[in-house]
């Protein structure tokens, strides 16, 4: 199995930054590939961005040009810089893994508001 741990999350007012941290525990060789997305109210968990072992990256719509997701020195950390927060980027945000299956953090709140 896999374990993973955000953390960074916060209370920001709009146009401000954060850096989301993820570390990945446990049956780390199996990860090929890590990525955040992100659950706002009355809203379905959304793609944010996502990087491979290989370090391509990809990039929701509404975050290109504000967000940057890059993996630590370790493939098993990713962190996501978030920079010229909106309002509409208040969610809870989630670390996913790719692995045999896909492996699921608890979530770090965001919340952009003035």
């Known amino acids: 199995q896999v374990q993973l741990a955000e953390s960074g999350g916060g209370l920001v007012q709009p146009g401000g930054s954060l850096r989301l941290s993820c570390t990945a525990s446990?049956?780390?060789?199996?990860?090929?590939?890590m990525g955040w997305y992100r659950r706002a109210p009355g809203k379905q968990r959304e793609l944010v961005a996502s990087?491979?072992?290989?370090?391509?990256?990809n990039y929701a719509d509404s975050v290109k040009g504000r967000f940057t997701i890059s993996r630590g020195n370790a493939r098993n950390t990713v962190y996501l810089q978030m920079n010229s927060l909106k309002p509409d980027d208040t969610a809870v945000y989630y670390c996913?893994?790719?692995?045999?299956?896909?492996?699921w953090g608890q979530g770090t709140q965001v919340t952009v508001s003035s």
């Open positions: 446990g049956s780390v060789f199996s990860i090929n590939g």
């Open positions: 990087i491979t072992s290989g370090g391509s990256t």
């Open positions: 996913n893994a790719h692995s045999w299956r896909d492996f």
